[in-house]
């Protein structure tokens, strides 16, 4: 499985981007995909996960940073996950990443420090401009 994150791009603060997570290969039926972001100089940092089984699906956001703000889905069918963003603002400028793991157990718990991922997308930058 190899992903692929895509839809960064240069915005203005309160508008919105959706950012994609593409596996190729597909995954388990259990699986979980989180989203991270950095700035240059500072630790990668958790935005959101989303974690399913053949049954559920849970999700975690980092707090009230994105919380209200950002939401998190996925399409089965198409092996995507996506970071839905909504009011943009300077502070949320970084590249983001998107990163899974196949020991993901399929509870409620999600994954939100970055060595428990495994797997890594390449990055995608997102600038807001105020």
């Known amino acids: 499985v190899q992903l692929q994150a895509s839809g960064g791009g240069l915005v203005q603060a309160g508008d919105s981007l959706r950012l994609s997570c593409a596996a190729s290969?597909?995954?388990?039926?259990?699986?979980?995909i989180g989203w991270f972001r950095q700035v240059p100089g500072k630790e990668r940092e958790f935005v959101a996960a989303?974690?399913?089984?053949?049954?559920?699906?849970?999700?975690?956001f980092a707090g009230d940073s994105v919380k209200g703000r950002f939401t998190i889905s996925r399409d089965s069918a198409k092996y995507t996950a996506y970071l839905q963003m909504n009011s943009l603002k300077p502070e949320d400028t970084a590249t983001y990443y998107c990163?899974?793991?196949?020991?993901?157990?399929?509870?409620?718990?999600?994954?939100?420090?970055?060595?428990?991922?495994?797997?890594w997308g390449q990055g995608t930058l997102v600038t807001v401009s105020s």
């Open positions: 990163a899974g793991t196949g020991r993901y157990y399929g509870g409620p718990h999600l994954y939100t420090r970055y060595y428990e991922y495994d797997l």
């Open positions: 290969g597909g995954t388990d039926s259990s699986y979980i």
């Open positions: 989303l974690g399913w089984n053949e049954i559920n699906t849970y999700t975690r």
